[in-house]
DNA sequence: GTTGTCCCTG
DNA sequence: CAGGGACAAC
């Protein structure tokens, strides 16, 4: 743009000009409107997570319980209950866990009889036969009753063995080390076993005493310690769960639940239907077991079920101490398989219900895109509700949430295609891409066109054009800017958001986000290669898109002309030209805005001289703008950008300071400022395969 | 009629 | 964050 035009352009600025401040809301609401499209995204996980977060909250209130009922609590009731019956001090012997044999090991080798009869032996010699039964009978009920908590205990660690493999292998590795009870999944093999060594009880008492008594005392406490430490380490590992859950979907949910506007638009979007949708989902999947259901048999309820066990325990307890015999083995057995029965319903519940979860969750999201219908023709059928769903939109960004994840394969389908990569920011494309859809959806099928002449009031539409209704679908735009081939580069670096975060901001949404964009750009692949032939470039581009950002490090205002020879592969009219020059406005909106808040954000933070303020490729308002026109970080961006940032950001701040920015019009005398600092654009950008080049350089 | 900017939306 | 509508300047 020549100095004239430039002038021209500036002196035509209106009075209309941003006036700051509210831009910062601005900018502020359109951050939350980002996050809102994660949410949309989250949102659908949000159903099958309901399900989880029942089990989860039903083992937040085991938490809660687990507290006044640790444990050690735990422990202590069973300690108080042998003490009442044994009537002996309950010493701590503190000794080294590796001298003992391990309780478990022992009673899982049932046929080391000397070790199994120890266990039935009073701590004190000297005792009368009478005294011995009595012992014995008292063992076997303290047997029972730890093969109960064992139980109960493979009952709960079953859930992390389960969920397991992101969890804790510290954890494990720790509870390996620890006890044998806890660590061990809980095969059929075991459970046998663990009947085995019950019903060898009786033969255990038969092997004599003589060098046992003086290892009992020990073998108890060892007992109590281990148990104690399963307890401990069980709650350790279901804390860890927890917070791992929580971690990832409270967050998801606090975010919903603080965004009012983003919930409300996302529930006018019609996601209510989707959540209603995924109940369903979840409903079926869980057959005819409620919600109320599945936390009943959480480990809210187990807890309630054990605290019970263990009162009555302590009943039985008392009354043992006057009533041997039949009675007590009576409750001994009742006991006993109440506990059982309570760690078997447990395992199969949480196992059922995780495995439903998850499958359930993997199902929804695996929804493909119908071009990969066709690569994975089972999962059409298995989700034909989902095609007959209304809420396109939303379905659609489910599966950007997970699309080049769930199907990376898919992009075999276009071999021979120059591919896209991750970073060619498609996603900022969408009127490019719509073109081509909704030429190829008229092109394609005429008669699902003339029946239905506004795609979106008809579901299968979406179908056929995997996803595409939007007001801008009758965008005067279309015909010329159907598609263009994909000339990117594969496999440049996905790293693209390196600069600006900080090391703890790559959460979950971040990534979910990141998952959107590369599947949105997988979509535009799909969507846009199929009816068009490589040759026929005549529409913008992402590639175009992408060079005109690059251009934007050199020039901040070109003119028409420049446009044209520069964008010379693409033919154009009117509407080219319009978008092409919306293009670059956009660009400096977003420059200026950010020039601006730096600014202030220089001034708020005390800065005085404007000497002080130093654009460098350090600095937090260039890497912002790396990001945003270099998202991928693959081109150098010449020093002369930094230099005019500089000289920008420091009229901004001149301006602010001086209290020039009353005047509505204040920021047209930066433009003319800057207008006037554009370089020359490389020959390079001349070429239509510039990008390519440029990133391979 | 064309272009650029502001404001807003999804 | 890209794009559309409204609006103003030309």
């Known amino acids: 743009m020549s100095d004239h035009d430039t002038e021209f352009h500036l002196n035509r600025q209106t009075k209309r000009v941003d006036i700051g401040v509210k831009r910062f809301v601005i900018s502020s609401a359109s951050s939350t409107q980002t996050k809102q499209d994660v949410l949309e995204c989250q949102e659908a996980q949000l159903g099958e997570s309901n399900v989880l977060r029942k089990l989860l909250k039903s083992g937040s209130s085991y938490e809660d319980n687990i507290i006044p009922f640790s444990g050690a609590t735990i422990i202590t009731k069973l300690l108080k209950s042998n003490k009442a019956t044994r009537g002996t001090g309950d010493r701590e012997l503190v000794i080294p866990r590796n001298a003992e044999p391990e309780p478990l090991q022992e009673d899982t080798c049932s046929n080391s009889s000397q070790e199994s009869a120890e266990a039935y032996l009073s701590p004190l010699g000297k005792i009368s036969l009478n005294h011995?039964?009595?012992?014995?009978?008292?063992?076997?009920?303290?047997?029972?009753?730890?093969?109960?908590?064992?139980?109960?205990?493979?009952?709960?660690?079953?859930?992390?063995?389960?969920?397991?493999?992101?969890?804790?292998?510290?954890?494990?590795?720790?509870?390996?080390?620890?006890?044998?009870?806890?660590?061990?999944?809980?095969?059929?093999?075991?459970?046998?076993?663990?009947?085995?060594?019950?019903?060898?009880?009786?033969?255990?008492?038969?092997?004599?005493?003589?060098?046992?008594?003086?290892?009992?005392?020990?073998?108890?406490?060892?007992?109590?310690?281990?148990?104690?430490?399963?307890?401990?380490?069980?709650?350790?590992?279901?804390?860890?769960?927890?917070?791992?859950?929580?971690?990832?979907?409270?967050?998801?949910?606090?975010?919903?639940?603080?965004?009012?506007?983003?919930?409300?638009?996302?529930?006018?979007?019609?996601?209510?239907?989707?959540?209603?949708?995924?109940?369903?989902?979840?409903?079926?999947?869980?057959?005819?077991?409620?919600?109320?259901?599945?936390?009943?048999?959480?480990?809210?309820?187990?807890?309630?079920?054990?605290?019970?066990?263990?009162?009555?325990?302590?009943?039985?307890?008392?009354?043992?101490?006057?009533?041997?015999?039949?009675?007590?083995?009576?409750?001994?057995?009742?006991?006993?398989?109440?506990?059982?029965?309570?760690?078997?319903?447990?395992?199969?519940?949480?196992?059922?219900?995780?495995?439903?979860?998850?499958?359930?969750?993997?199902?929804?999201?695996?929804?493909?895109?119908?071009?990969?219908?066709?690569?994975?023709?089972?999962?059409?059928?298995?989700?034909?509700?989902?095609?007959?769903?209304?809420?396109?939109?939303?379905?659609?960004?489910?599966?950007?949430?997970f699309g080049n994840v769930t199907f990376p394969s898919s992009l075999d389908l276009f071999v021979g295609v120059p591919l896209p990569c991750a970073n060619d920011q498609m996603e900022a494309l969408p009127l490019v891409v719509r073109k081509s859809a909704s030429e190829h959806h008229q092109s394609s099928d005429p008669g699902a066109q003339i029946g239905h002449p506004h795609p979106s009031l008809h579901p299968s539409s979406l179908s056929e054009n995997t996803g595409f209704i939007s007001p801008s679908f009758r965008h005067p735009f279309s015909l010329p800017l159907a598609g263009y081939s994909f000339q990117s580069t594969l496999g440049a670096s996905s790293t693209g958001y390196s600069s600006k975060d900080s090391p703890g901001s790559m959460d979950l949404s971040r990534e979910t986000?990141?998952?959107?964009?590369?599947?949105?750009?997988?979509?535009?692949?799909?969507?846009?290669?199929?009816?068009?032939?490589?040759?026929?470039?005549?529409?913008?581009?992402?590639?175009?898109?992408?060079?005109?950002?690059?251009?934007?490090?050199?020039?901040?205002?070109?003119?028409?002309?420049?446009?044209?020879?520069?964008?010379?592969?693409?033919?154009?009219?009117?509407?080219?030209?319009?978008?092409?020059?919306?293009?670059?406005?956009?660009?400096?909106?977003?420059?200026?805005?950010?020039?601006e808040k730096f600014a202030r954000q220089a001034i708020n933070d005390g800065v005085a001289a404007v000497d002080d303020i130093i654009v460098s490729r350090d600095s937090e308002l260039y890497k912002v703008l790396n990001m945003h026109y270099n998202k991928a970080n693959d081109f150098e961006v010449p020093e002369s950008f930094l230099e005019v940032a500089q000289i920008a950001l420091r009229e901004f701040f001149s301006a602010i300071v001086a209290g020039r920015d009353v005047d509505p019009s204040w920021k047209k005398a930066i433009y003319k400022v800057i207008c006037k600092l554009d370089s020359e654009v490389p020959q390079i950008f001349k070429s239509a395969n510039c990008v390519q080049e440029l990133l391979q350089e």
């Open 132 to 401: 011995l039964d009595s012992e014995r009978l008292n063992e076997e009920y303290l047997q029972a009753k730890r093969a109960r908590v064992e139980n109960i205990i493979r009952g709960m660690n079953h859930l992390p063995n389960v969920m397991a493999t992101s969890i804790g292998k510290d954890c494990e590795r720790d509870l390996e080390g620890e006890t044998e009870i806890t660590v061990q999944s809980f095969s059929p093999q075991e459970s046998n076993r663990e009947n085995k060594r019950k019903q060898k009880l009786p033969q255990q008492q038969q092997h004599s005493f003589q060098q046992l008594v003086s290892t009992h005392k020990e073998q108890k406490v060892e007992e109590r310690r281990q148990l104690k430490l399963q307890l401990e380490d069980m709650q350790k590992q279901l804390r860890q769960l927890q917070e791992k859950f929580f971690q990832i979907y409270d967050s998801t949910d606090s975010e919903a639940d603080g965004g009012n506007l983003s919930e409300d638009s996302v529930r006018s979007d019609g996601m209510l239907g989707e959540d209603g949708m995924n109940e369903h989902l979840i409903q079926n999947s869980l057959a005819d077991r409620s919600d109320n259901e599945i936390a009943d048999l959480g480990p809210g309820c187990f807890l309630d079920e054990a605290k019970a066990l263990l009162r009555e325990q302590a009943l039985l307890d008392g009354k043992m101490a006057k009533h041997e015999g039949s009675l007590r083995s009576k409750g001994l057995m009742s006991l006993h398989e109440v506990g059982k029965h309570l760690a078997e319903t447990l395992k199969q519940e949480l196992n059922s219900a995780m495995s439903q979860v998850v499958d359930t969750v993997v199902n929804v999201f695996s929804k493909p895109p119908r071009p990969l219908l066709q690569v994975f023709p089972s999962l059409e059928d298995h989700f034909a509700f989902n095609r007959n769903n209304p809420d396109f939109h939303t379905a659609n960004q489910r599966l950007q949430c």
């Open 513 to 595: 986000t990141s998952l959107r964009t590369k599947m949105a750009s997988s979509q535009h692949l799909i969507r846009s290669c199929s009816p068009v032939l490589p040759g026929s470039t005549e529409g913008l581009s992402p590639n175009h898109l992408k060079k005109a950002k690059l251009m934007f490090f050199y020039t901040r205002y070109p003119s028409s002309s420049m446009l044209k020879m520069y964008f010379c592969d693409v033919k154009f009219n009117r509407c080219i030209t319009s978008q092409l020059i919306k293009w670059f406005s956009n660009f400096r909106e977003f420059y200026y805005i950010q020039m």
